[in-house]
């Protein structure tokens, strides 16, 4: 194998893990002289010499206007999915607002469920699993009443309905008196099922008041019998051959459980969902995925490198952390740094309480004092040695 011929040659050339296994890869099977090895090497070698950063280099300055200057070219819209209901999802510069602030929840959280193979190629499967992660409300699944005179909420379930949905009628029987008390925190009812003619019967504790009757019609009529709660419309999509699910909400964790789902090609655009489910090197690598794809979408082309940094400085104490006050800016070792950021007096005021002292290490604070930055030119100091004549 020619890979195993120039194996000891590639691991003994000065370049990163990475591009030897992509140089490894490049070679496999392919029939190549030694004159055309040294030459390729070579030139992989210099190209990866033409890339590395210059020693000084203010790189943190660099990645801010590369990101920054752009993203004002940047337009304020939403996309629309097309199909039966349509999903909208926050792009241009909003998106890349909320990632950088690192949101909790975006303004429009979004999933794009990958499925198995074969899942992937049956509509009637993918439309299955849809149904198993789509949020359906107990009102889809037959006539509900309320009757007034016995002061009770009568559910008559349709049961063809529920055999296209692939659920039982006591399935639902079950699972909608137990997710009224723990999901709606609705306490106040007692239950009778009649299996035999499909039907739940609900009645309210105080029998005296048709308030209460009417709150819990509204209840039983909105409760989640099927699917995810967070998970509101489900669109099945063809793309590339293969069935995508594209969902309005967004729970990762409870996708993963369903069965169809494809969990190593499933994303979310929620970040810190990401990162308590799939850990922080996933979330610094959905960071640097959305950021890429938001500027991308404008025809912004920006280099990954910029937004790896920006993405590393955010997650490098295991937790994903906002660029602003709050985050990484806010926790800056220099006091005047912090200050010349946001909020000056608070900044101030507190370190002068604590007695703190700023080591002047920065560009920000060395700006502000007039000294030169130790970064360039500035971190380069010359030393003036007298020879001894013989």
Known sequence: MVADKYDKKIEAAGLPQKTKDQLRTFLEGKEITDAQFKEILERVEKEYQSTRIEACEAVGVIAAQSIGEPGTQMTMRTFHYAGVAEINVTLGLPRLIEIMDARKEPSTPTMTVYLETEYGIDRDRAREVSWQIEAAPLHEFGDITTDMENMQVVVHLNVKVCEK??????????????????????????????????????TPKDRESYQNLFQLAEHVRNVIVQGIDDILRVVVRKEAGEYILYTEG???????????????RTRTNNISEIAQVLGIEAARNAIIHEAQSTLNEQGILVDVRHIMLVSDMMCMEGEVKQIGRHGIAGEKESVLSRAAFEVTVNHLL?????????????????????????????????VAVKQREN
């Open 165 to 202: 949905r692939k659920i039982s009628p006591s399935e639902i029987m079950e699972v909608a008196p137990k997710k009224i008390r723990d999901r709606r925190h609705y306490r106040d009812f007692e239950h009778d099922v009649d299996e035999a003619n499909a039907t739940l019967i609900f």
């Open 350 to 382: 507190d370190a002068a309480v604590a007695n703190e002292t700023d080591e002047l290490s920065g560009v920000t604070e060395n700006v502000i004092v007039g000294q030169p930055i130790q970064l360039g030119t500035g971190d380069v100091k010359l």
């Open 250 to 264: 967004s729970n990762l964790k409870d996708v993963f459980d369903v069965a169809g789902v494809d969990t190593t």
